[in-house]
């Protein structure tokens, strides 16, 4: 099965396992079948498309037999109008599984459905950045101002390659959702993770996922986070920061005036970067992984401006591997501090 179906993007065991069911009728089609997406499609539309061997007529009629996009269409009552406004976007969005994983996630957790149409009309009218961007939800989010010229940065995806690996960011709809399931199912899983019911809040404005491939095939996600927190020592004679998060749910209104104003000039920006997740990732290659990602990590920093303080955890093999880069105010040829703890 892997050499037959190698070229389809993203195949799983159980579409695979359709498509062997199925290769009889569908013989001619799977040789041009492109992702995970299209091939779900075709297997379920076998009595349409059997003995078909012009991919291109199965592919125009994606928006009337695709039963997931039917389903979502119906779920959000995206009017015929909309449809053929956005018809190029829509399919794009279908051939990526959206209307597969979408449909899904909306199936097991309907109480976002509200926030779910939103999003996906937003990625439909190719306005998803926009509604991920608004205004200055991000500022709101932080609640703590931010420069024009960071916010733009922030909203800029780098990559960083080395080799056999390339990391870069996300901050698209289907990679963020996406995020649970690749390269691994973990709790956020849009299909039957534990916390799937929190995987929204990955869209927020200071959120992004990055991923690291390696040869070409994801093998790391993790998600980084742009906050605040205050930094002090850990001893005295310690040269390691130590970092607390704020508080954003602290009731503040029982502080008086002169205290809120002592925490907000203590606190500053900080880029996290939360534990990320291997699959398939060779022990000889997780050492060159985590430093491109550290890489990666620091670059950020420096484009956003040396106020801020990026800080991260991996876990790699069960070892943790703290690490606080220090951007302070900096004289003409000075390098950054940087301090690394492993525990």
């Known amino acids: 099965m892997q050499r037959t179906f190698s070229h389809i993007k993203g195949l799983d065991n159980i579409v695979g396992m359709r498509l062997l069911e199925h290769y009889e009728q569908m013989q001619y089609l799977i040789g041009d079948i492109e992702t995970v997406a299209e091939a779900r499609y075709i297997c379920k539309n076998t009595g349409f498309f059997q003995g078909e061997k012009d991919i291109q007529i199965v592919r125009e009629q994606i928006l009337d037999k695709n039963e997931d996009w039917k389903k979502l269409k119906e779920a959000f009552g995206f009017s015929e109008e909309f449809i053929r406004d956005n018809e190029a976007r829509i399919k794009e969005f279908i051939y990526k599984d959206g209307a597969y994983i979408m449909g899904t996630y909306l199936r097991n957790v309907p109480e976002k459905k509200e926030a779910l149409r939103r999003l996906v009309y937003a990625e439909l009218m190719g306005r998803f950045r926009e509604l991920k961007y608004f205004r200055d939800d991000l500022a709101v989010e932080l609640d703590y101002p931010i420069l024009d010229s960071s916010r733009n940065r922030w909203m800029e995806n780098i990559q960083e390659k080395s080799d056999r690996l390339h990391v870069w960011e996300e901050d698209g709809l289907l990679p963020v959702m996406q995020m649970g ?143 606080v880069w220090e951007y302070p105010c900096l004289s003409p040829g000075q390098k950054p501090v940087s301090s690394i703890l492993t525990a």
């Open 181 to 323: 399931q690749v390269p691994e199912a973990t709790c956020l899983s849009y299909v039957d993770g534990v916390y799937k019911q929190c995987l929204l809040a990955c869209h927020d404005a200071n959120k992004k996922v990055i991923y690291l491939s390696l040869d070409g095939k994801i093998v790391l996600r993790a998600a980084i986070r742009l906050t605040k927190g205050i930094y002090g020592s850990i001893k005295k004679d310690s040269s390691l920061p130590k970092l607390e998060f704020a508080d954003l749910s602290a009731p503040v209104f029982r502080q008086d005036e002169k205290q809120k104003e002592e925490v907000k000039q203590k606190e500053e920006l900080i880029l996290f970067l939360e534990t990320a997740y291997m699959s398939k990732l060779p022990q000889d290659m997780a050492g060159p992984a985590i430093e491109l990602i550290l890489r990666l990590m620091k670059k950020k920093a420096r484009l956003m401006g040396y106020g801020l303080r990026p800080a991260c955890f991996i876990r790699n093999g069960g070892q943790r591997i703290w690490c």
